[in-house]
C-alpha cells in the first residue's frame, strides 16, 4: 500500500483502517527490498560492471529511508508505546540501541560505497553490506514479534490522518 497524500486516511478498499502494525511489517518489506536493489547493483559492479550511475542515488535513497524510519520510530512510536503499554520499555531500549548498530553500519558502507571504482576492497563492501543486512533482519523479525501487536492495539488517531514518518516507504 503506498502512503496517502496528506489528510487522507490509510484504508483497505472494503474501508477498514489497515492496523498500524501491518503498516509496520510492509514498510521493513519495502526496506528489505531496497536493500536487496542495492545489494545488486553493488555485486554487478563488483564482478566487473561499470558502476552504476545512480548507485550513489539508490544508497542515498535508502540510507535516508532507513534513518527516518528508525528516527520516526525513536521519536514517536516508541514513546507513545512506552506511555500505553509500560511493559515494553526495555524491549523499545533495546531496538533503540539496535538502531544506533545500524546507523554505524549504514554510515560505514556509505564511505565504502563512496569509494567504489577508487580500489576499496571488495570483501570489506560485501562484509558491511552482510553485517547490515543481518542487523537490519534480526532487528526487524525482534520488533514485529515484540511490538506489532501493541501497534495495533495503539489508538492514536493523528496517525490515521497522515502516516507518520516511521510508517512511510518511498518518498512519501
Not at 136 to 148: L, N, P
Request: aromatic content about 6%; some cysteine.
Amino acid at each position: 500500500m503506498e502512503a496517502p497524500e496528506h489528510g487522507i486516511t490509510m484504508e483497505t478498499p472494503d474501508g477498514r483502517l489497515t492496523a498500524f502494525g501491518n503498516q509496520l511489517i510492509d514498510v521493513h518489506l519495502w526496506l528489505r527490498e531496497q536493500l536487496d536493489a542495492l545489494r545488486e547493483d553493488v555485486e554487478a559492479h563488483l564482478a566487473g560492471g561499470a558502476l552504476p550511475r545512480d548507485l550513489r542515488t539508490h544508497c542515498l535513497t535508502f540510507c535516508s529511508a532507513l534513518e527516518r524510519h528508525h528516527t520516526g520510530e525513536d521519536g514517536v512510536a516508541f514513546p507513545a508505546l512506552a506511555r500505553s503499554f509500560p511493559e515494553l520499555r526495555p524491549v523499545l531500549e533495546e531496538l533503540r540501541r539496535d538502531h544506533r548498530l545500524v546507523e554505524d553500519s549504514l554510515r560505514r558502507l556509505q564511505e565504502l560505497l563512496d569509494g567504489l571504482g577508487r580500489g576499496h576492497d571488495p570483501v570489506r563492501v560485501r562484509g558491511e553490506l552482510d553485517s547490515l543486512a543481518a542487523l537490519m533482519e534480526t532487528h526487524f523479525v525482534y520488533e514485529e514479534k515484540r511490538i506489532v501487536a501493541a501497534l495495533d492495539a495503539l489508538d492514536a488517531p493523528d496517525w490515521r490522518r497522515a502516516r507518520p514518518a516511521f510508517l512511510r516507504s518511498g518518498d512519501m
